[in-house]
């Protein structure tokens, strides 16, 4: 399985962005994905995840203000981040579960002014 993340940038303080992930391979045993961020000097932490029955887990700082999604399968999976703040700057990494296996991206990095 591959993930390829896109949809990083720079955005102002409040603003928005969509990071889209793309999954190919072998993607049809795929039990979850979501995303992991990690900012500098820090660890990489869980944002949010989404199940093959469409449960979704969000951290506490993404609750309200981000949105994970899916396509039907599991082609692309999106992450829409809303009221951004300077503490979200990151590294974005996309993450899938394939029976023990754990995949990544290579991260794309949002940067947000204040």
Not at 12 to 20: E, H, M, T, V
Not at 78 to 104: F, N
Request: one cysteine or more; charged letters at 20%; a neutral charge.
């Amino acid at each position: 399985v591959q993930l390829v993340e896109s949809g990083g940038g720079l955005v102002q303080a409040g603003g928005s962005l969509r990071l889209s992930c793309a999954a190919s391979g072998d993607t049809s045993c795929i039990s979850n994905m979501g995303w992991y961020r990690q900012a500098p000097g820090k660890e990489r932490k869980i944002v949010a995840l989404i199940a093959s029955d469409d449960r979704t887990h969000y951290e506490d700082f993404a609750k309200g203000r981000f949105t994970i999604a899916r396509d039907g399968g599991w082609n692309t999976v999106y992450l829409q981040m809303d009221s951004l703040s300077p503490e979200d700057t990151a590294v974005y990494y996309c993450y899938g579960r394939l029976g023990r296996l754990d995949y990544w991206g290579q991260g794309t990095q949002v940067t947000v002014s204040s």
